[in-house]
Structure formats: structure tokens, C-alpha cells
Nanobody, 125 residues
Framework: QVQLVESGGGLVQAGGSLRLSCAAS???????MGWFRQALGKEREFVAA????????NYADSVKGRFTISRGNAKNTVYLQMNSLKAEDTAVYFC???????????????????WGQGTQVTVSS
């Protein structure tokens, strides 16, 4: 059973930066990884994803150029570097893992099999 634990959330002023981490445990880790977020009263939405191979990444239009997803050297850790944060980035951020084709960085919630508990990111304006 794969377990995902997010960390790195917090309160930051608009224009600031945060780096989220997601550590995976449980078995051999060879999954596509994604970050999603859910603001209060809204549905969970895609933020960024990276393929199993690490060579393909996808980003939501709202975060392109500001956020960067990457894998750690051991591949069981994934990061989300968030720069130029805006008030509308405020949400609970979730890490997800899915056994997708090697070059697919999935954008959809149903593509992912395992989810973390989430970490709160609050951006003050």
C-alpha cells in the first residue's frame, strides 16, 4: 500500500514562494505523480504532474511559469516549487500517485490511485 505525505505548506504573502514536498512509502515506487488543489467550496483541480520517466510534465494554465514540479533523485519524492504566489493560489494541496504509461503526466483526478492528506497553503494579499 502506497502512502503519501505532503509537507511544506504554510502562510505566505503574495509574491512569495513555497516549496511543497511529497514523500512516498510502500513498495517499489514507479508512479506518475501529480499535485492537485482544492479551495474552500470548490472542486479539486489539477495543478501539475510529472510522468513516471520524469521526462514529461504538465501544468495548469493558471500556474504555468510560476510553479515547477520535479522528482527527487530517489524518485519516491516529488516537489512543487511555487513562486510569485497569488491570493487565488490559496487551497489545500494534495499529492497523488498513479500507475500511468511511462510518458504520461496525467491531468485528471480519476487517473490517480493514491492520495495524500493534503497541506494548507494560504497566500495573504
Amino acid at each position: 500500500q502506497v502512502q503519501l505525505v505532503e509537507s511544506g505548506g504554510g502562510l505566505v504573502q503574495a509574491g512569495g514562494s513555497l516549496r511543497l514536498s511529497c514523500a512516498a512509502s510502500g513498495g517499489t515506487f514507479n508512479y506518475a505523480m501529480g499535485w492537485f488543489r482544492q479551495a474552500l467550496g470548490k472542486e479539486r483541480e489539477f495543478v501539475a504532474a510529472i510522468s513516471r520517466s520524469g521526462s514529461v510534465t504538465n501544468y495548469a494554465d493558471s500556474v504555468k511559469g510560476r510553479f515547477t514540479i520535479s522528482r527527487g533523485n530517489a524518485k519516491n519524492t516529488v516537489y512543487l516549487q511555487m513562486n510569485s504566489l497569488k491570493a487565488e493560489d490559496t487551497a489545500v494541496y494534495f499529492c497523488a500517485a498513479g500507475f500511468l504509461p511511462s510518458e504520461r503526466a496525467g491531468l485528471g483526478v480519476p487517473e490517480y490511485d493514491y492520495w495524500g492528506q493534503g497541506t494548507q497553503v494560504t497566500v495573504s494579499s
